[in-house]
RNA sequence: GGGCGCGUGGCGGAAUUGGUAGACGCGCUGGAUUUAGGUUCCAGUGGGGCAACCCAUCAGAGUUCGAGUCUCUGCGUGCCCACCA
């Protein structure tokens, strides 16, 4: 008996209606005095830039449900959302369109907070800040203040990274294959006096504690472990041959071929360059030229596709142990920034030397062969590998592990060399030469010198209404700003004009949530110690070396000063999400193939976008977007809506704790449907696999039954259908939430279906009472018999060989063995 | 050049521990309902064959009673680092 419908799934209607409502209910407020286990879930927060396309929605859907489903698993969830304010494109829309950055950015957050409340999303909003804010960044500069006391800060000359399109110097991190990160324009190098952070005081704890991330993905561990780039080897120096002051330190991992260097290869910044002119001034000539011809070249052009190429500069090292006479190059692929400038080359077994070397016909002398190997006449390729030394003096005959150790002992002995470790990455530098940041709270004064600014006259304010031309730094040419006094003597002094990366910011941003409005401190470490770490950390790969690198470090400065404390880490699980394509790129503003969200709301509703972004892929995959698709959420959404209106009416109350008394086989299979979906849910959350695609595909088979069901009137009042769709409800929270509390307050509840539980799966609900037995001969299959679960092997046997196909298969010949898996095969090898 | 992944229908994907390959969705085909359909519902949809069956998870080999899953080789593809001594 078919019946009319009367009304449709108004998701307009519906959608504003609830979120209004949860809003006004508050039922996403966090509590600290919740006696629930603790789960902190956090996507990385967004950069304020305008508008938010469905590339954005991917990622705050996936975090937003995967927050609900451990609120229904009964976890005390905390899930806040703010903004990392501070940053170059507000200050580019300055200088572009004339614009104030503070009202720029504010008006983006105000916007983006729209969206991001118009996705549905569940956060506690009373836990959002700005990092823009003041009462943020007055503790950027108080913890720079601290970190300053511990030597973690300092200012020092260096060759830095300046971007002339941004007109700042720029992280090593934020130097990607030689371009800005941020406009891709070729980064200059420059010697400038700047802040750094002493990253490398921690890089062997950011390096060992890798390994405690079990819930990070391998590729991200892998790329900081690169990173970070530690390496064990020998820092020795050279003699200069008539040059006593001048000592060339050099810095090998591979001291074991020490009797096969043939030359000095040094960078042309290095400063014993200077010393080695004036030993040989015939020279000088050809080096200054050399040297002057790197540095008009872009950082881009010197390290990629670069020929090696270096000149002589008419001095010589002499080898502290076979006492050989070697020239010393000055050379364009030494970096000035490792080690010590300066390298033994070794032509016979490195590659870079062996180009070098026979570009320049430097002699290559071979002392490592290949384990078992005689030499066998000039090498074609460096021999990079360990091996066997010879012509290595007293080393000769040893293995490359041996001779490492005695020589690097032997070097000690002689007072000339050490065992060392190297980082390949450097301090980081903050110092940015811009306005729309947090400005450094320092003082300079002609009597005292560099002079901290004191706790209590924090924060620094960055001064409002201050022109902004793209031409120097801002905060320099603002006398009010820059002018003050000094705070230990009184006298006029000079402010500090640079402002701290933005990294800063979000370095520490995790902690504040969970006391996001204290006055005195950062955070209260009382407060903080039962809400750390982090337990689900979302974000996109782009981060593994900037943020990710950062905030671990922060992390174990606040664990040493005792701000916080337990496990030394501050994000236990990482999540990259995939990213959503569209004509099979990558869905972005600056490609120009942005699909926005508030289109999508207005013509296909919230929980259909929602749907199709979790359902279409696991999160961490790449996610094409299509139209399609999503129409094809919107036609899920309506068979729900279709299944479940004949009850609206009919309002009556269901208990869901426990089973329904049901008898046949299609209403075992409905409530089995809805255990089926229950269960993969509650897998997923529990493994932390959170593949929640699978679980929307349990659902649609649900729906499918349900549908079939419904239309006939006769299964109204059926305690199988009954139950199921007031589980439906509970089953669409997470992913549907608006039309799962419309569903659930039509069926007669009177409060929101997100303050619920999730249904523990019933084993007795996912029992089946026939199992499918294949069976197989030769490992292939032949069969499928219907059996009752437990069945012993040997009835399964006796049942299989009855098919006639198994017959068939088996034929004359005898069974050799048979293998049995309960319940799921039998293979009956002839 | 080095490191780390990944290759399953027309498409997105499922198969979590080696045990029914292709769940679920999209698309497509046919049918029903409708004045109409860009609605809804039903059925079909990896390839071959009339059929019994055979073939099929990039290609090739191996381990195993049994391989999408484990091992090796090759090919393709993606990402990251690219002179780091």
């Given at each position: 008996m078919l019946e009319e419908r009367s009304t449709t799934y108004d998701f307009h209607a519906i959608e504003s209606a609830w979120q209004e409502r949860w809003e006004r209910d508050r039922i996403y407020l966090t509590r600290d005095d919740d006696q629930r286990p603790k789960y902190y879930v956090l996507e990385m927060f967004p950069y304020p830039s305008g508008d938010l396309h469905v590339g954005h929605a991917k990622n705050y859907t996936f975090g937003d449900a995967l927050a609900r489903m451990m609120r229904m698993q009964g976890y005390n969830v905390l899930h806040p959302m703010g903004w990392d304010a501070f940053g170059l494109p507000a200050e580019n829309a300055a200088i572009q369109r004339g614009v104030d950055p503070d009202s720029w950015t504010r008006s983006n957050i105000a916007n983006m907070q729209r969206q991001i409340r118009l996705m549905g999303t569940g956060y506690d909003w009373t836990r959002e800040f700005a990092t823009?804010?003041?009462?943020?960044?007055?503790?950027?500069q108080w913890l720079f203040l601290r970190m300053y006391e511990k030597g973690l800060v300092y200012k020092r000359e260096a060759p830095v990274n300046w971007c002339p399109v941004d007109q700042t110097v720029l992280a090593n991190e934020q130097v990607e294959g030689g371009v800005c990160w941020r406009c891709g324009s070729p980064v200059e190098r420059r010697n400038l006096s700047q802040w750094f952070l002493k990253i490398t005081a921690y890089a062997d704890r950011l390096l060992q504690d890798l390994d405690l991330l079990e819930g990070w993905p391998e590729r991200i561990k892998v790329m900081q472990r690169n990173w970070i780039g530690r390496s064990e080897g020998v820092t020795f120096s050279f003699d200069v041959e008539g040059v006593a002051d001048a000592k060339i330190s050099v810095f090998t991992t591979r001291i074991d071929t020490l009797f096969?260097?043939?030359?000095?290869?040094?960078?042309?910044?290095?400063?014993?360059?200077?010393?080695?002119?004036?030993?040989?001034?015939?020279?000088?000539?050809?080096?200054?030229?050399?040297?002057?011809?790197?540095?008009?070249?872009?950082?881009?052009?010197?390290?990629?596709?670069?020929?090696?190429?270096?000149?002589?500069?008419?001095?010589?090292?002499?080898?502290?142990?076979?006492?050989?006479?070697?020239?010393?190059?000055?050379?364009?692929?030494?970096?000035?920034?490792?080690?010590?400038?300066?390298?033994?080359?070794?032509?016979?077994?490195?590659?870079?030397?062996?180009?070098?070397?026979?570009?320049?016909?430097l002699p290559i002398a071979q002392v490592i062969v290949p384990p078992g190997v005689q030499v066998d006449g000039p090498l074609t390729e460096a021999y990079v590998e360990d091996g066997r030394l010879i012509a290595s003096g007293d080393y000769t005959g040893m293995s490359s592990t041996r001779a490492r150790a005695a020589l690097a002992q032997r070097l000690e002995a002689m007072g000339i060399g050490k065992t060392t470790v190297n980082y390949r990455f450097r301090d980081w530098l903050i110092s940015r030469q811009r306005y729309w940041g947090t400005p450094i709270p320092i003082i300079y004064c002609p009597k005292d010198g560099e002079v901290p600014v004191p706790d209590d006259q924090l924060p620094v304010f960055l001064p409002a209404n201050v022109p902004i031309t793209g031409q120097g730094s801002p905060l320099a040419n603002d006398p009010s700003f820059i002018n003050t006094t000094c705070p230990k003597c009184g006298g006029p002094a000079r402010r500090e004009s640079d402002t701290m990366d933005t990294f800063f910011d979000s370095s520490w941003y995790y902690i504040r949530y969970i006391d996001p409005h204290n006055e005195r401190a950062p955070w209260d470490?009382?407060?903080?110690?039962?809400?750390?770490?982090?337990?689900?950390?979302?974000?996109?790969?782009?981060?593994?070396?900037?943020?990710?690198?950062?905030?671990?470090?922060?992390?174990?400065?606040?664990?040493?000063?005792?701000?916080?404390?337990?496990?030394?880490?501050?994000?236990?699980?990482?999540?990259?999400?995939?990213?959503?394509?569209?004509?099979?790129?990558?869905?972005?503003?600056?490609?120009?193939?942005?699909?926005?969200?508030?289109?999508?709301?207005?013509?296909?509703?919230?929980?259909?976008?929602?749907?199709?972004?979790?359902?279409?892929?696991?999160?961490?995959?790449?996610?094409?977007?299509?139209?399609?698709?999503?129409?094809?959420?919107?036609r899920f959404l309506a068979r729900v809506w279709r299944a479940s209106e004949p009850f609206f009416a009919r309002a009556k109350s269901v208990p869901l704790d426990r089973l329904p008394q049901v008898?046949?086989?299609?209403?075992?299979?409905?409530?089995?449907?809805?255990?089926?979906a229950l269960k993969s849910g509650a897998d997923e959350t529990n493994t932390r696999r959170f593949h929640f695609n699978t679980t929307t595909a349990r659902l649609d088979e649900l729906v499918n039954l349900l549908t079939a069901a419904t239309r006939d009137s006769r299964y109204w009042d059926d305690p199988a259908v009954l139950y199921a769709i007031h589980a439906l409800p509970i089953l669409l929270a997470p992913f549907a939430p608006h039309m799962a509390d419309?569903?659930?307050?039509?069926?007669?509840?009177?409060?929101?279906?997100?303050?619920?539980?999730?249904?523990?799966?019933?084993?007795?609900?996912?029992?089946?009472?026939?199992?499918?037995?294949?069976?197989?001969?030769?490992?292939?299959?032949?069969?499928?018999?219907?059996?009752?679960?437990?069945?012993?092997?040997?009835?399964?046997?006796?049942?299989?060989l009855a098919e006639k196909n198994v017959k068939d298969f088996v034929g004359e010949k005898s069974v050799r063995m048979r293998v049995y898996v309960q319940d799921k095969l039998l293979n009956l090898v002839v």
């Open positions: 823009c804010d003041p009462a943020y960044y007055k503790w950027n096969g260097a043939t030359y000095v290869a040094i960078a042309a910044e290095h400063p014993v360059v200077e010393r080695l002119m004036q030993a040989a001034p015939k020279k000088r000539g050809v080096i200054e030229a050399f040297r002057d011809s790197l540095k008009s070249k872009s950082e881009l052009e010197r390290t990629s596709l670069m020929e090696k190429t270096g000149v002589f500069t008419g001095t010589y090292a002499i080898n502290p142990l076979s006492h050989e006479k070697i020239p010393i190059w000055v050379t364009n692929y030494v970096l000035a920034e490792y080690g010590t400038g300066a390298v033994m080359a070794v032509p016979a077994h490195d590659e870079r030397d062996f180009d070098f070397a026979k570009k320049h016909g470490p009382a407060r903080v110690r039962p809400w750390m770490p982090v337990d689900q950390y979302i974000g996109g790969a782009e981060h593994a070396v900037l943020h990710l690198l950062y905030a671990r470090f922060f992390y174990k400065f606040f664990i040493d000063m005792g701000w916080c404390t337990g496990p030394p880490e501050p994000f236990t699980r990482l999540f990259n999400q995939g990213t959503l394509l569209y004509n099979g790129e990558k869905m972005s503003k600056s490609r120009g193939n942005v699909i926005g969200i508030d289109d999508t709301v207005e013509r296909h509703g919230v929980d259909a976008m929602r749907l199709f972004l979790l359902a279409a892929a696991p999160a961490e995959d790449a996610l094409p977007w299509t139209e399609e698709g999503i129409s094809g959420r919107v008898d046949g086989e299609a209403q075992r299979a409905i409530v089995r449907a809805v255990h089926v419309e569903l659930w307050s039509r069926l007669g509840y009177a409060t929101s279906v997100h303050l619920e539980r999730w249904i523990e799966p019933d084993a007795a609900a996912l029992a089946v009472a026939e199992i499918t037995l294949v069976v197989q001969v030769n490992g292939k299959v032949r069969a499928r018999i219907q059996a009752e679960p437990g069945i012993d092997e040997d009835r399964a046997f006796s049942l299989a």
